[in-house]
């Protein structure tokens, strides 16, 4: 799999994937329209499908104009059908989706919202998480519920370590800080922190990240059970 990652709008990630043995091109959500179509001119493809993740507008956004010009075909949670009306398909948890030779399960994971799923490439181990779990972070609790969301996070830091996550969001640097408030005498944590803020100054990207990272930064990850979930969740609120 060949993934091409970039920013939109002001804090989005926009990816691209291309699967090498057909050609076939997926965008992961639509953000923006502009970046998407800039993305795919640098590395001289033509857009394919468009994975959606969940039915927010910075997610979204970028639908439209991306069919009208290149013909993609729109993929969708089931969830989501109202908010995306028009997809040309819609999915939900154990549904399976081809980006030429690739292929990914669906996986339903609430919380951040009712609707949203992610994408699993098992073979390449690879998942496309959006705004459920973030690099030392995860999504706000907005109509779903902090029980729904820690299953979801739950599950996604089951995979193996070496699993790259793909998040929707430049959120890093507070989430991390956050890390260090909330565990201040864990080394990895700390580590971490210095690090991203050494790459935030560059320019550079903080994502993808491993499961095998967040398992040992990420303080939603590693709460203990889901009430200490939910109360991690509430504080970050607020931080």
């Given at each position: ?142 109509d779903s519920t ?21 998040c929707g969001h ?70």
């Amino acid at each position: 799999m060949e993934i091409e990652l970039f920013m939109c709008r002001s804090d989005n990630y926009g990816v691209l994937i291309r699967d090498p043995k057909t050609g076939v091109v997926a965008a992961i959500d639509a953000p923006e329209a502009t970046a998407i179509e800039t993305a795919l001119a640098r590395r001289g493809w033509k857009l394919d499908l468009i994975l959606i993740t969940h039915r927010h507008f910075d997610h979204v956004e970028g639908i439209a104009p991306l069919v009208a010009k290149y013909g993609a075909r729109v993929i969708a949670p089931v969830l989501a059908k109202a908010d995306v009306p028009g997809a040309d398909r819609y999915v939900d948890e154990g549904d399976i989706v081809e980006v030429g030779a690739l292929r990914a399960d669906v996986w339903a994971t609430p919380g951040h919202c009712v609707d949203h799923v992610s994408y699993h490439f098992a073979a390449g181990q690879v998942i496309f998480v959006a705004d459920v779990l973030f690099v030392m972070g995860c999504g706000r609790v907005l109509d779903s519920t902090a029980d729904a969301l820690h299953a979801s996070v739950k599950r996604i830091a089951a995979l193996p370590d070496a699993t790259r996550i793909y998040c929707g969001h430049e959120y890093t640097l507070s989430n991390a800080k956050f890390c260090a408030h909330i565990e201040p005498d864990n080394a990895a944590i700390a580590a971490r922190l210095k690090t991203f803020e050494a790459a935030r100054a560059a320019g550079q990207f903080t994502v993808p990240t491993t499961v095998g990272d967040e398992k040992a930064t990420n303080v939603f990850v590693r709460a203990a059970n889901a009430a200490e979930f939910a109360a991690r969740r509430e504080a970050k609120n607020t931080f």
